[in-house]
């Protein structure tokens, strides 16, 4: 196995990426090789020694490429350490306060209980309703009623990403995996 860690993620309008990209950025300053990439970009974690996965929250559901990559690399990412993320909450405060403690899609609740990632956050999100197609602005405005702005918070996810990069680098953690 590699000594590389993949940061891969799901995302419609880029604000996932974003945060995907401020996580690959941790990593790399902590000296860790690290590439960030779309996770339907991906097929082959033999490279990887670790994988961080986080995907955009839509109407309660993860991106389409993001879950299918957990899907498909089930076993693979069993293997390895692995991190998930879910953005999306839009509106200030703790975003598992906001929602009422859910991480993760039941679809993707189900295999992480089987393949026990180190851990599963959540970060607030972005919503720009001028990146919005009609139908959307009316289900986030009319319908959810969905705060609109970039209501991600940076340092939660450099936090996360440091403690990530502390475990990655700790003396021991090669003959953990």
Partial sequence: MGKKTLVAYGTKYGATAEIAEKIGEVLRQAGLTTDVLPADHFHDLAGYQAVVLGSGVYMGKWRKEAAQFLKTNEQALAERPLWLF???????????????????????????????????????????ID??????????????????????????????????ANTLKEPDFALQT
């Fill in 131 to 164: 990146k919005l197609n009609f139908f959307e602005k009316w289900i986030t405005q009319k319908m959810v009623k969905a705060p609109v702005g970039d209501f991600r918070n940076w340092d939660a996810v450099a936090s996360w990403a440091n403690t990530i």
């Fill in 86 to 128: 879910s953005s999306g909450p839009t509106d200030h405060g703790d975003p598992l306060e906001l929602l009422n403690g859910w991480r993760l899609p039941e679809a993707q609740q189900a295999i992480a209980d089987r393949i026990h990632p180190r851990d599963v956050a959540v970060f607030n999100g972005a919503l720009k």
